[in-house]
Nanobody
Framework: QVQLVESGGGPVQAGGSLRLSCAASGSFVSIDAMGWYRQAPGKQRDLVASITIGGGTNYADPVKGRFTISRDNAKNTVYLQMNSLKPEDTAVYYC??????????????WGEGTLVTVSS
């Protein structure tokens, strides 16, 4: 019933920027933490950035200073602004959210992913 839908991915030149968006829709009580993960070919899915409901953020070392995560609670949306992109940022980016479908029933949801391809 609850879905996360990502958008904003695509091809970009090294040094360029992209802004990813992820919107939650459906029936739920609230959304707690949200985040972005990425998975490069042949690699594990790793955390890129996360943000608490209060706006506290955490970033993986490779993206610190280049990426910014933010959220709009009124729109149930999380964003990832990606600047100074590098070829090693190429991956499928997945949105993640901790969603409460009932007061004490928490579900971890994943979006389908959006591909970011950074060319050199």
């Amino acid at each position: 019933q609850v879905q996360l839908v990502e958008s904003g991915g695509g091809p970009v030149q090294a040094g360029g920027s992209l802004r990813l968006s992820c919107a939650a829709s459906g029936s739920f009580v609230s959304i707690d933490a949200m985040g972005w993960y990425r998975q490069a070919p042949g690699k594990q899915r790793d955390l890129v950035a996360s943000i608490t409901i209060g706006g506290g953020t955490n970033y993986a070392d490779p993206v610190k200073g280049r990426f910014t995560i933010s959220r709009d609670n009124a729109k149930n949306t999380v964003y990832l602004q990606m600047n100074s992109l590098k070829p090693e940022d190429t991956a499928v980016y997945y949105c993640n959210a901790d969603v409460y479908v009932r007061v004490y029933r928490r579900l971890e949801l994943w979006g389908e992913g959006t591909l970011v391809t950074v060319s050199s």
